[in-house]
């Protein structure tokens, strides 16, 4: 079983910055490839990005290509999430999903473990 905790959500302006975190409680972290997803108000989850369990390979949606970067530190079981240049239409609540597989990391389904989601939200 692994437990994932998000933090570092909050409320920004338009053009701003937030880094998420996602903690892994897993020994065999190293082991994992990770996402995250979000979910806006009344809309389906959404992949956002994803990090082979080397670190090697990334994965963006096109939405956020190229203003969020996806980095991980297996030493300390946790993966980031910098976003940059932020929207409106980035705010939503993002989750944190740790799985097995190292390919097709777009969909929900390489995903085993979730986190419980931190909110972020954009003001114009």
């Known amino acids: 079983q692994v437990q994932l905790v998000e933090s570092g959500g909050g409320l920004v302006q338009t053009g701003g910055s937030l880094r998420l975190s996602c903690a892994a409680s897993?020994?065999?972290?190293?082991?994992?490839?990770m996402g995250w997803f979000r979910q806006a108000p009344q809309k389906e989850r959404e992949f956002v990005a994803a990090i082979s369990w080397s670190g090697d390979t990334t994965y963006y949606a096109d939405t956020v290509k190229g203003r969020f970067i996806l980095s991980r530190d297996n030493a300390k079981n946790t993966v980031y999430l910098q976003m940059n240049s932020l929207k409106s239409e980035d705010t939503a609540v993002y989750y944190c999903?740790?799985?097995?597989?190292?390919?097709?990391?777009?969909?929900?389904?390489?995903?085993?473990?979730w986190g419980q989601g931190t909110q972020v939200t954009v003001s114009s």
């Open positions: 999903a740790a799985g097995y597989r190292d390919s097709a990391l777009e969909s929900s389904t390489a995903y085993a473990y």
């Open positions: 897993a020994r065999t972290f190293a082991r994992y490839s």
